[in-house]
C-alpha cells in the first residue's frame, strides 16, 4: 500500500524520540516543544520540493507540526514543508 | 444528479472509519482529529488540480476540512485540495 | 428592477431547504452549517466568473456566507465565489 | 464644496431604509445587517473601479462598512469597492 | 525643521473638528469615529502616491488611523495613504 | 565592533525622550505610544531602503517598534522600515 | 553529524547571555526578551539567504525565534532568517 504526499508534503516515519539517534541528536521528551528527528518514506509532487527532499533523508521536523496516520501498523506523520527544520547527514 | 465541485474542490465519499481500509490504513475513531479516507467522485474545475487528482483516487484528508452533504443519501463531503493530504494506492 | 452583482459575486434564489430537492439532495435544516442549494439569478462583472457560472444554473453554497436582501418580496442572496461550492446537473 | 474620494472608495448618500425603494427593494431596519441601497455622487481615482461604476449608479452596499460623513448637512458614506454588492437598474 | 515622511505617509495638520469647517464639512466630536478633516504639509516618498496628493491638500482621514506628533509647538499626524478616505476641494 | 543590519532593518541610537529636540519636536513621555527620535548608525543591505535612508540621518519611528540592544554601554535599537515614520531635516 | 538547515534557515551555536561577549555587546538577562548573540554553524539551501550569511559568521537574533535542538552534547537554534537582526563584526 502507498501513500502519496501531495503537493509540498512528506510522508516521514518519526525516529524513538528518547533514545540518543545515531547522529548523536538528543531529542528529551521535555514538556517544551522539541522538533523530532524521521525517516523521509515519500516526498509530495511538488517540484522543487523533490528537488531538495529524497526518500530516505533523516530530517528533523517541528513536533506540533503535520497530521498523525497509521499505516499497515506503523505510526507515521505526513508534515509540509514549512515544518521541516533540516535535513541530517552522518 | 451530477454535483460538479467549484474551482480547486473536490466531491468525496468519505469510508467507514473505524473498519481497517483494504489498504491497511487504520483511522480510529479517537479524539484525535486523525485524517479520513475517502474515494474521489467528481474533482473541480481548477486546471492544475485535474492534473494532480482524478475521480476514483483514494485519498487521505483532513477531518476537520470540507462541507458535509447528502446526494442521493449517501453522506459525502466537498473538501478544498489543502485539506488533500495524500493519495493512497494499492 | 434588475440586481447586477459586483464583481466576483453572484445573485442567489435559495430552494427551500427542508425539502427534498429535485436533484436529491436533502438539506436538513440541522444545527450544522450544511450548505444550500439554490438558483443562479445574475452573475457579477469578473470575466473569469462567468465562465464559470451560467445564470439558471443551481449551486449549492456555504449557508453562512454572503448578503440577504428581499427583492420584490422574495428573499434573495449575494454570495462570493469563494463561497459557491458545487455545480449542481440533473 | 467637492469630496473626491480616495483610490478605490467612492461617497454614496444612502436611501432612507424603511420605505419600499421605488426599485422594489424593502430594507427592513431588523436587527440583522441588512445591506443598504445609496446614490453614487463621486468615485475614487482607481481607473479600474471608474470603469465599473458610475456617478448616479444605485448600488446595494453593506451596511456595517465604509465611514461616515456629514457635508452641507446631509449624511453621507465614503465606502471601499469591497463593500459594494450590486448595482441596481430599475 | 522639516519633518519628511516615509514611504506611503502623509504629514497632516488636523483641522478643529467642532467648528463646521470653512468647506462645509461638520465633523461633531461624537463617541462615533468620525473621520477627521486636515491640511497635507508633506507627502511620503512613494511616487504613486506623490501622483495623487499634493501639499496643501485638505484631506478627509480615518481618526483611529496614523501617529500623533509634535512640532514646534503644533500637534500634527503621520497618516498611511489606506487611512486617506477623500480630497476635499471647495 | 559593527552591528551590520539585517535586510530591511536599520540600527538607530534614540535620542532623549523628554528634553525638546534641537529639532523642535517634542516627545513628551506619556502613556500614549508617542514616536521617537533618533539616529541613524547603520543601514541594512536592502537596496531600495539604502536609497530612502543614509547613516547619520535623523528619523522620527514608532515607539513598540524593533528590538533593544546594548552596544558598548549603548542602549541601541534595531528597528523595521515599516516603523520608520519620517526623516527630519533640520 | 551535519545538520543542514532547510530553505530560509540558519543553525546556529548561542553565545553564554550573561558575560560581555568579545565584541562588546551586553545581553543582560533581563525579563524583557532581548536579542541574544550566536555564531552560524550551517546556512539553508536559499539562495538569496547565502549570499547574505556565512558560516562563522556572528549574528544577533531575536530571543524568541526558532527552534532549539542538541547535537553531539550542544544546545543549538535553528532560526529562520526574519528573525536574524544584524551581522556583529569586530
Redesign the interface.
Known amino acids: 500500500?502507498?501513500?502519496?504526499?501531495?503537493?509540498d508534503?512528506v510522508?516521514i516515519e518519526p525516529v524513538e524520540e528518547e533514545s540518543k539517534t545515531p547522529?548523536?541528536?538528543?531529542?528529551?521528551d521535555t514538556a517544551?516543544e522539541?522538533?523530532i528527528v524521521g525517516k523521509v518514506l515519500?516526498v509530495g509532487?511538488d517540484e522543487d520540493l523533490r528537488e531538495?527532499i529524497k526518500e530516505g533523508d533523516r530530517?528533523?521536523f517541528?513536533k506540533y507540526g503535520g497530521?498523525?496516520?497509521?499505516?499497515?501498523?506503523k505510526d507515521l506523520k505526513?508534515i509540509q514543508?514549512s515544518d521541516?527544520?533540516?535535513?541530517?547527514?552522518?
Chains 1, 2, 3, 4, 5, 6, 7 share one sequence.
Open positions: 500500500m502507498k501513500v502519496k504526499p501531495m503537493d508534503r510522508l547522529s548523536g541528536i538528543i531529542i528529551p517544551k522539541k522538533p515519500a509532487t531538495n530530517v528533523l517541528a497530521e498523525d496516520i497509521t499505516v499497515d501498523g505526513i514543508r521541516i527544520l533540516a535535513i541530517i547527514e552522518d
